[in-house]
C-alpha cells in the first residue's frame, strides 16, 4: 500500500500525514508537490491540513485549482481512495469531491482540543476497522470547520449511511453535553461521497496513532484504507 | 544635509551625533543618518544593558550555540542540537496586540531558522493589566488571536507559556515570545558574511514603508499618549508567506548552498546587512534598486530600514547562485541579488551607479557608546498596592472561600482558554500538552529521550526583590522542569523593565542581571542568548521589572515523562521540599491588597536545587505517580490543581502542618504562603514517597480519592467538590466568549 501526501505551499500537517500512513503495517508513503500532476502510481491519496495557498480567498478554493489537483479529482472519479483532513476535507468539498462546506466555527475561534468521535458507519473503506458506535479519541483543531450542507443533501446523506463519523454527545452524570466543537450540522465531523471512495474529515487522526502523545485511535483510519486495499 | 535636531528626532543624543561625525570623517547624510539611528538605538545596540550581560555565565558542557547569533543552542544528544530563544514584541502589541503579537512570533521564528534549524515550538509570555479593564480584554484577546494566527498557519505548535495579570502592565502590556527549534550539530549555520565577491541574496516578501523606525521609534521610547499615532510603525505579519521563507532557507540549508544566512528583524536590511558584515569581518554592497518593493517610491533610507515582515539575507557562492534563485522560485519567495561581499569594511549603499551611503561597518556595530547606569535604590513604594478583592480571613470557616477565590484569581486560573485557540500537536512531538504537566514535553526524533520547556517571570515578586525575585524566576522554572523529569541545560531570557536612564529603574535591572547570573551559575546554567525591552513604562509609571526566563531541560524517556495531575486512586499525596511558605508578595496578599514588601526572604540555591534533582530522579525513574511544583497560591492551590489536572479528588490531613496555627493569619501562611521554586506537591506509592523522603523533606498530606478535595487542618476543614474547583478555576473563560 503506497499513500500520496500532497504538499501545497502552506502545508502544515503533510509530515504528520506520512508518519502516520508509515505506522500501517506494510503501508509507505510519499509526499506529492502541489506543482507536479504526477500521482507516481500511489494507491491513495491524503490531502493534509494547514493553510494551503494561505487560505487566501476562502479556505481551501485556491488549492483546488492546484496542478495536483486535477489529477487528484480524476483519480478520485476513476474510484481511487482519497483522504482530506481538516484543510483537505475543505480542499475537497471546494473541487466537489464531496458535497457540502465548512463555514467558520460559531465561536468564530480557532480550536484545538481532544474531541470523542462516534463511528457512525463501520465499513469499507475508512472505517473499516473500527466498530460501529465506537467512540475514537481524536484532536480537532481549527477556525473553519463548522461543517454545512443543505436539509435535503443532510438528509439524503444520513439515509444513504455517508456520515461516517459524528461529534460524539458527552454523557455527564446530570445532563448529555453536545460534544460538537464548532456547530456543525447534524453534529457531522466526517463524510464520504456517494460512491464511497472519497472520505473528509476535520478531526485529525494523523494526530492520534502514537499512545506517547495521547491516543492511537487515528490509526484506524489509515489501516482501514490499506485493508481495503488488499 | 540633516541636521542634529534631526537626528535627535530619531533618537539620537547630540553627543552620539558628535561621535558619529568623529567616526565617518563628516556629517551622515539623510541615509547614513537613518542607518545609524537604528544601529545606535537601545533595541539593536544594548547600550544601556551590554555591560551588564556581559557578567551573565555563557559557558556550559551542553553548550553547541552561545550569545551573538540569532539564537543560542544547546545539545541534546546523538547529534542534535535545540536551538532557542525568546525576545519581547511589547511595544507593537501595546499599539496594534493583534498584528504586534503575530509579527512578535514570526521574528522569533525567523531568528530560529536563521540558524538552520526547523522550528518545532512557540511559548509565549504575556503580561496585561486586570481582567476587569476593557483594555485589557481588548489586548488578550488580540494578543491570543495574533499568536494564534502566526503559529497556527505556520505549522509550528504552541505548546505553552504563562500570563500575569498585574496593574502595573495596564498601559504596557509585555509581549514575549519564544521559540525553539531542531538541527543536526553539523547543519548550523552562522550569519557572518564570507568570500569577497560572493553575491548577497534578499529572499521573502517585497519591501514596504511598513514598520519604517520601529526599533528607534517604538522599541526604545516610553509609550506615550499619541500612540495610536505610531500605528504604521507596526508591522504587519503574513504567516503563508513566512511558511514558504522558512520551507525555502532549509531545503537552501539541505542543500549546502549558503555562506551564511541572517533574518530581517528589527531595522531591517540596515541592521542585517551590517552584522552580517560585521561577524564576518567584510564589507557590503548593496544597490537598493535592485530590492523588490511593494509600492513605488520608496527612498533609499526608506528601503534600508523597513522592517517588512518575511524577509531573509544570505550570502552565497556565484556559481550557486542560479540554484539558489531556483529554490526560491519553488517556493514561490522571489530571490534576487542586490549586491555582494567587498573587501572594504564599509557597508556602502548604492542606487544603481550612484553611492548614496558609505559607512564603516564597525562605526556602525561596535562604535555605538555604551553607559554606565546611574543605579540607586528607590524609596519602599514604588509601586501601589493592588486593590483589594477578597476579605481578612478571620474565622475557620473562610479557608474554602480562600481556596476558591485563589483559584479563580486571574493569575491562577485555567489557562486553556488561551491555550485551546493555539495548535500544541502539529508535527507530532507534543507528548505533555499544556496544563498536563508543569513543563511542555516534546520527543525528539529516533530516540526515547526528549525535551521539557517552561517560561516563567513572575514581575510582582521581583518589584518586590529584584535580586532574589530573579532568583526565584530562575527557580520556579527548574522546578517545572523537574516535576516533567527532566534536567536544565541553557537558559534564555528576555528582560523587560522601564526607562533604564531612571536610576531606580537601573537599580532593578543591575540587581536582577546579578540574581540572574548567580542563579545559573549556582545551577551551572549557561544562558544562550537573550533580549532586553526597556522603557516600558508610560504615564501610569514603570512594568513590575520582568525578567522572563525560558530554560530548555533533557529527559531520558519520555514514556515517563512527569504529570501534574493525580493519576491513581489511593495513591499517597505529600508535600516534598525545603518549603518554607510566607505570605509577603504572594498572590493571597495581593488579593487582600496588600502593599508589596521590600525584600523576600533570601533563597539557598544549593538547597533548593538539591531538592529538585531528588523530584526530577524520582520522576524520571517512574516512581511518582504526579509531581507538581508549589507556585501561586501555595500548597492548597498546588494540591487542587493536581486535582483537576488528574480528575480525582484528594483527603488530606494537614493537622500535623497547622497544629501550631491557632490564629487565621498562620493557617493562611501554612495553607497558601509561597516559598518559589522549593516545595512539590507529589503523589505516587508510600514506599517511593518514603525512599524520596531519604533525599529531602517529605510530609506525607494524605489520599488521592473521590470527587471532592477534602482538607482537616486542626479545627478547620475545607470540602470542595472538583466542579465547585473546576468551575472557580475556569474564571478566564468567559474573556474569550
Known amino acids: 500500500m503506497r499513500f500520496g501526501v500532497i504538499r501545497f505551499p502552506g502545508s502544515c500537517d503533510e509530515v504528520d500525514a506520512v508518519l502516520a500512513c508509515e505506522r500501517v503495517p506494510g503501508a509507505s508513503a510519499q509526499v506529492l508537490w502541489h506543482r507536479d500532476p504526477d500521482l507516481h502510481d500511489v494507491d491513495a491519496v491524503v490531502v493534509p491540513g494547514g493553510f494551503s495557498y494561505g487560505d487566501y480567498l476562502r479556505v481551501g478554493a485556491i488549492a483546488r485549482f492546484s496542478p495536483v489537483m486535477e489529477s487528484v479529482i480524476r483519480f478520485a472519479r476513476e474510484g481511487g481512495l482519497v483522504l482530506g483532513i481538516c484543510n483537505g476535507f475543505q480542499v475537497l468539498c471546494e473541487a466537489g469531491l464531496l458535497p457540502g462546506a465548512l463555514l467558520p466555527n460559531l465561536e468564530r475561534r480557532f480550536i484545538c482540543r481532544q474531541v470523542n468521535l462516534e463511528v457512525v458507519q463501520a465499513s469499507m473503506p475508512f472505517t473499516a476497522d473500527c466498530a460501529a458506535g465506537e467512540l475514537l479519541s481524536i484532536p480537532v483543531k481549527h477556525t473553519t470547520g463548522r461543517y454545512y450542507a443543505p436539509a435535503d443533501d443532510l438528509a439524503a446523506m444520513e439515509s444513504g449511511g455517508r456520515i461516517l463519523l459524528r461529534y460524539a454527545r458527552e454523557s455527564g452524570a446530570k445532563r448529555t453535553i453536545s460534544g460538537n466543537p464548532n456547530g456543525s450540522s447534524n453534529d457531522i465531523a466526517g463524510v464520504r461521497n456517494a460512491a464511497g471512495n472519497v472520505f473528509g474529515l476535520m478531526p485529525h487522526p494523523e494526530h492520534a496513532v502514537d499512545p506517547l502523545t495521547g491516543s492511537v485511535d487515528g490509526l484506524k483510519i489509515f489501516s482501514s484504507m490499506a485493508h481495503a486495499h488488499g | 544635509m540633516p541636521t542634529v535636531e534631526q537626528a535627535v528626532a530619531l533618537g539620537l543624543t547630540p553627543a552620539e551625533y558628535e561621535l558619529i561625525c568623529d567616526q565617518i570623517g563628516r556629517t551622515p547624510n539623510e541615509v547614513e543618518l537613518a542607518v545609524f539611528s537604528l544601529m545606535w538605538s537601545e533595541h539593536c545596540a544594548y547600550k544601556h544593558s551590554k555591560k551588564l550581560l556581559r557578567s551573565l555565565p555563557t559557558e556550559g558542557p551542553r553548550l553547541a550555540l552561545g550569545p551573538g547569533e540569532n539564537a543560542g543552542a544547546v545539545d541534546v544528544g546523538d547529534g542534535w542540537v535545540v536551538a532557542f530563544k525568546v525576545e519581547?514584541?511589547?511595544?507593537?502589541?501595546?499599539?496594534?496586540?493583534?498584528?504586534?503579537?503575530?509579527?512578535?512570533?514570526?521574528?522569533?521564528?525567523?531568528?530560529?531558522?536563521?540558524?538552520?534549524?526547523?522550528?518545532?515550538?512557540?511559548?509565549?509570555?504575556?503580561?496585561?493589566?486586570?481582567?476587569?479593564?476593557?483594555?485589557?480584554?481588548?489586548?488578550?484577546?488580540?494578543?491570543?488571536?495574533?499568536?494564534?494566527?502566526?503559529?497556527?498557519?505556520?505549522?509550528?505548535?504552541?505548546?505553552?507559556?504563562?500570563?500575569?495579570?498585574?496593574?502595573?502592565?495596564?498601559?504596557?502590556?509585555?509581549?514575549?515570545?519564544?521559540?525553539?527549534?531542531?538541527?543536526?550539530?553539523?547543519?548550523?549555520?552562522?550569519?557572518?558574511?564570507?568570500?569577497?565577491?560572493?553575491?548577497?541574496?534578499?529572499?521573502?516578501?517585497?519591501?514596504?514603508?511598513?514598520?519604517?523606525?520601529?526599533?528607534?521609534?517604538?522599541?526604545s521610547a516610553e509609550l506615550g499618549e499619541e500612540d495610536a499615532a505610531k500605528r504604521p510603525t507596526v508591522q504587519v505579519g503574513d504567516p503563508f508567506a513566512e511558511k514558504k521563507v522558512m520551507e525555502c532557507s532549509l531545503e537552501l540549508l539541505e542543500r549546502g548552498l549558503l555562506v551564511a544566512l541572517q533574518d530581517l528583524g528589527a531595522a531591517g536590511l540596515t541592521s542585517s546587512s551590517a552584522e552580517m558584515a560585521s561577524k564576518g569581518e567584510v564589507g557590503l554592497d548593496i544597490d537598493v534598486s535592485l530590492v523588490p518593493l511593494r509600492e513605488s517610491g520608496m527612498q533609499p533610507w526608506e528601503i534600508m530600514i523597513s522592517e517588512s515582515q518575511e524577509r531573509m539575507l544570505c550570502v552565497v557562492e556565484p556559481s550557486d547562485l542560479n540554484e539558489v534563485l531556483a529554490v526560491c522560485e519553488k517556493w514561490e519567495v522571489g530571490g534576487t541579488a542586490i549586491g555582494s561581499v567587498t573587501d572594504t569594511r564599509a557597508l556602502r549603499v548604492f542606487v544603481g551607479e550612484e553611492l548614496v551611503a558609505d559607512m564603516p561597518v564597525p562605526a556602525l556595530v561596535d562604535d555605538c557608546p555604551l553607559y554606565?547606569?546611574?543605579?540607586?535604590?528607590?524609596?519602599?513604594?514604588?509601586?501601589?498596592?493592588?486593590?483589594?478583592?477578597?476579605?481578612?480571613?478571620?474565622?475557620?470557616?473562610?479557608?474554602?472561600?480562600?481556596?476558591?477565590?485563589?483559584?479563580?484569581?486571574?493569575?491562577?486560573?485555567?489557562?486553556?482558554?488561551?491555550?485551546?485557540?493555539?495548535?500544541?500537536?502539529?508535527?507530532?512531538?507534543?507528548?505533555?500538552?499544556?496544563?498536563?504537566?508543569?513543563?511542555?514535553?516534546?520527543?525528539?526524533?529516533?530516540?526515547?529521550?526528549?525535551?521539557?520547556?517552561?517560561?516563567?517571570?513572575?514581575?510582582?515578586?521581583?518589584?518586590?526583590?529584584?535580586?532574589?525575585?530573579?532568583?526565584?524566576?530562575?527557580?520556579?522554572?527548574?522546578?517545572?522542569?523537574?516535576?516533567?523529569?527532566?534536567?536544565?541545560?541553557?537558559?534564555?531570557?528576555?528582560?523587560?523593565?522601564?526607562?533604564?536612564?531612571?536610576?531606580?529603574?537601573?537599580?532593578?535591572?543591575?540587581?536582577?542581571?546579578?540574581?540572574?547570573?548567580?542563579?545559573?551559575?549556582?545551577?551551572?546554567?549557561?544562558?544562550?542568548?537573550?533580549?532586553?525591552?526597556?522603557?516600558?513604562?508610560?504615564?501610569?509609571?514603570?512594568?513590575?521589572?520582568?525578567?522572563?526566563?525560558?530554560?530548555?531541560?533533557?529527559?531520558?524517556?519520555?514514556?515517563?515523562?512527569?504529570?501534574?495531575?493525580?493519576?491513581?486512586?489511593?495513591?499517597?499525596?505529600?508535600?516534598?521540599?525545603?518549603?518554607?511558605?510566607?505570605?509577603?508578595?504572594?498572590?493571597?496578599?495581593?488579593?487582600?491588597g496588600c502593599a508589596l514588601p521590600v525584600g523576600l526572604p533570601s533563597v539557598d540555591i544549593a538547597e533548593l536545587r538539591a531538592a529538585q534533582e531528588a523530584i526530577r530522579d524520582f520522576v524520571r525513574d517512574g516512581s511518582l505517580s504526579s509531581a507538581h511544583d508549589v507556585a501561586e497560591g501555595g500548597l492548597l492551590t498546588a494540591v487542587a490543581e493536581s486535582c483537576l489536572a488528574g480528575g480525582r479528588g484528594a483527603t488530606l490531613d494537614l493537622g500535623a502542618l497547622a497544629r501550631a496555627s491557632a490564629d487565621a493569619d498562620e493557617r493562611d501562611r501554612v495553607l497558601f504562603g509561597e516559598s518559589p521554586g522549593a516545595g512539590f506537591v507529589v503523589s505516587g506509592p508510600e514506599e517511593a514517597l518514603r525512599r524520596l523522603g531519604e533525599d529531602v523533606g517529605v510530609e506525607t498530606l494524605g489520599t488521592v480519592g473521590g470527587d471532592a478535595l477534602r482538607v482537616t487542618a486542626g479545627d478547620v476543614s475545607i470540602e470542595a467538590t472538583l466542579d465547585e474547583l473546576r468551575t472557580a478555576h475556569g474564571a478566564l473563560a468567559p474573556l474569550f466568549l
Open chain 2, 88 to 219: 519581547s514584541h511589547n511595544h507593537p502589541s501595546a499599539v496594534e496586540p493583534f498584528q504586534g503579537a503575530a509579527t512578535g512570533v514570526g521574528g522569533i521564528l525567523r531568528d530560529i531558522f536563521a540558524i538552520g534549524a526547523r522550528p518545532i515550538a512557540v511559548l509565549d509570555s504575556l503580561r496585561f493589566g486586570e481582567p476587569s479593564s476593557a483594555r485589557t480584554q481588548y489586548l488578550l484577546d488580540h494578543a491570543v488571536g495574533g499568536i494564534g494566527h502566526y503559529g497556527n498557519s505556520i505549522g509550528v505548535p504552541t505548546i505553552g507559556g504563562e500570563v500575569y495579570f498585574e496593574e502595573p502592565y495596564e498601559q504596557n502590556c509585555l509581549v514575549n515570545a519564544m521559540a525553539l527549534g531542531l538541527a543536526r550539530s553539523e547543519g548550523l549555520i552562522r550569519s557572518a558574511a564570507a568570500g569577497i565577491g560572493n553575491p548577497l541574496v534578499l529572499f521573502g516578501a517585497s519591501t514596504g514603508r511598513d514598520g519604517i523606525g520601529g526599533a528607534s521609534v517604538l522599541a
Open chain 2, 372 to 592: 554606565d547606569l546611574v543605579v540607586e535604590q528607590p524609596p519602599a513604594g514604588l509601586y501601589a498596592a493592588p486593590s483589594p478583592v477578597l476579605e481578612q480571613a478571620t474565622g475557620a470557616s473562610d479557608h474554602g472561600v480562600t481556596l476558591l477565590a485563589l483559584l479563580a484569581s486571574p493569575n491562577i486560573a485555567s489557562r486553556l482558554p488561551l491555550f485551546a485557540q493555539y495548535d500544541c500537536l502539529v508535527q507530532s512531538r507534543t507528548i505533555r500538552r499544556p496544563e498536563q504537566a508543569d513543563a511542555a514535553v516534546l520527543a525528539l526524533p529516533e530516540s526515547p529521550r526528549g525535551i521539557a520547556i517552561s517560561i516563567d517571570g513572575s514581575g510582582r515578586r521581583v518589584a518586590c526583590d529584584p535580586y532574589t525575585g530573579t532568583i526565584e524566576n530562575v527557580l520556579e522554572c527548574t522546578a517545572n522542569l523537574a516535576c516533567a523529569g527532566a534536567e536544565p541545560l541553557g537558559l534564555t531570557n528576555c528582560l523587560n523593565f522601564g526607562n533604564p536612564e531612571k536610576p531606580h529603574i537601573a537599580w532593578q535591572l543591575t540587581e536582577s542581571i546579578r540574581g540572574l547570573g548567580d542563579a545559573c551559575r549556582a545551577l551551572d546554567m549557561p544562558v544562550v542568548g537573550g533580549n532586553v525591552s526597556l522603557y516600558n513604562e508610560s504615564g501610569g509609571g514603570p512594568i513590575y521589572p520582568t525578567p522572563v526566563v525560558g530554560i530548555v531541560g533533557e529527559l531520558p524517556d519520555v514514556a515517563l515523562a512527569g504529570r501534574s495531575g493525580f493519576a491513581r486512586v489511593g495513591d499517597t499525596i505529600a508535600l516534598a521540599g525545603p518549603f518554607r511558605p510566607a505570605l509577603p508578595g504572594s498572590e493571597l496578599a495581593k488579593l487582600r
